[in-house]
């Protein structure tokens, strides 16, 4: 063991890890980046296919993210945000105005996605309390959603393995069944569907509709729940029904966010808008941490009084709007434009999709390989037919996590579901490196 990983140990408790682990796997100490690739100080390479952690969406050390982010440092790395402001913030709110979906106009800075949830999830609860609806405190989410760890964040997620522990600590929220595609109770696949299980929805709104501040949804994709993707339609449906009952539609476009389901927000494959959305990984290019809350005039207005009338929203975080990150952000939109990234990554997309169906559709142990955009899952079962899932204590998709690590890919499996969410710029050589090695880890594993 060299000494970075042995003081690494001595130090530093590693995020969503069980430490003991790392007495067999220790941690890959990474001296630099390049595109799609991470190098460790013992100059072996990684392919990075799971975007560390999503957020890295035009490849590592981009040369003009860089330089942005460097130009900007020599004027100013950080200042106060109340009743202070700069350049790159103005600017980015300026450019951000060109793509998010209409109505969208108001911006809240934060320094991570959790933080921007918290954030939106205090401002809907506090726009009915100024609006006459003090009545409207609850929140509604989807089952195996995701939005952070925070404890607010945690309350409108619903996946056991992050919140069980703590549901003491958590409010309690009003859980409406997702879909899920690929078990779908009503026994309909992806083509022949009507959102038959929207009507839960439907049913959750006619209950407690009244008393409902808000419902907050990962559009299209519910990343941490395993990829999983449904229908447009669905968030069509629930616009409307979000405005019947006066609910505010939260958008955690978080994951999905600049050109990862194919369009720059998943909100705009089903043509209507959320009243707030919430940003961040991609953001920045997954350089910095910075997230925003945004939101409409209607919901702005409702906190814009005399300050004796004590309306203002009064949330702060330290490094709000920080002008490194908002540097970096601009730097990031101007990449999308010009370079044509994200019709670019759809051609890329069709070619991954492509070669891991060929490579692994007819795999006895790949129940589905779904996708959206660049984004593919490989679910893996025991049993094609029943969709039967391995008994999670042999914990398959942590070993073939392991395998495919000792041969340069990084790909960080959901329990027992594979995923490429790779960089938007990655090639077709590099795509074929990464399902070679995926190929053999998961054949040697199984
Ligand atoms: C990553 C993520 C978050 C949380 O963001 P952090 O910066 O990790 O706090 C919330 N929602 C979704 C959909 C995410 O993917």
């Not at 007495?23 to 460790?40: A, F, N, Q, R, S």
Request: a neutral charge.
């Amino acid at each position: 063991m060299n000494s970075y990983v042995e003081k690494d140990l001595k130090y530093i408790w590693h995020p969503c890890s069980q430490m003991k682990d790392y007495e067999e796997l220790p941690p890959i100490v990474i001296e630099k980046g390049k595109g799609t690739y991470l190098y460790d100080i013992e100059g072996k390479k990684y392919l990075d296919i799971v975007s560390s952690w999503w957020c890295n969406l035009l490849g590592h050390s981009n040369p003009k993210i860089n330089e942005a982010i460097k130009a900007q440092l020599d004027n100013i790395e950080h200042v106060i945000f109340a009743n202070f402001s700069h350049k790159p913030a103005i600017t980015l709110c300026e450019e951000l105005m060109k793509i998010i979906p209409q109505g969208l106009c108001k911006f809240n800075f934060s320094d991570n996605g959790s933080a921007s949830i918290e954030c939106a999830l205090k401002m809907a609860f506090q726009y009915h309390y100024q609006t006459g609806n003090p009545q409207k405190i609850k929140f509604m989410c989807l089952s195996d959603g995701y939005h952070g760890e925070t404890i607010g964040a945690l309350s409108v997620g619903t996946l056991d393995l992050y919140a069980k522990i703590y549901k003491p600590m958590l409010m309690d929220t009003i859980r409406i069944q997702a879909p899920d595609c690929y078990r779908c109770p009503y026994k309909k696949c992806r083509e022949n569907c009507d959102v038959e299980c929207f009507k839960q929805a439907e049913i959750a709104f006619e209950k407690y509709g009244n008393e409902t501040a808000a419902m907050i949804v990962e559009p299209l994709l519910q990343g941490s729940a395993g990829m999983r993707i449904y229908p447009a339609k669905y968030l069509t449906k629930l616009r409307k029904l979000c405005d019947e009952y006066n609910v505010i539609l939260i958008a955690d476009e978080i994951a999905t966010g600049f050109g990862r389901t194919g369009k720059m927000f998943a909100f705009n494959h089903a043509g209507v808008s959320p009243d707030i959305m919430c940003i961040s990984k991609g953001l920045t290019g997954g350089y910095m941490p910075m997230s925003i809350t945004i939101t409409t005039q209607k919901i702005y207005d409702a906190f814009y009084a005399d300050y004796l009338e004590g309306k203002a929203f009064m949330h702060s975080h330290t490094y709000s709007g920080n002008p490194l990150g908002c540097s970096a952000g601009l730097a990031v939109q101007k990449i999308l434009k010009e370079d044509n990234i994200i019709e670019n990554s759809n051609k890329t997309a069709q070619y991954l999709h492509e070669r891991l169906n060929e490579t692994f559709l007819s795999h006895k142990n790949v129940g589905e390989i779904r996708h959206i955009n660049l984004i593919n899952a490989i679910e893996l079962v025991k049993d094609k037919k029943t969709k039967e899932d391995f008994d999670s204590k042999l914990r398959l998709g942590y070993q073939i996590y392991k395998k495919a690590l000792s041969k340069g890919l990084l790909l960080r499996p959901l329990g027992d579901v594979l995923y490429f969410n790779p960089p938007l710029t990655i090639n077709e050589t590099e795509i074929d490196e990464a399902i070679s090695i995926c190929k053999q880890a998961i054949d040697e594993v199984l």
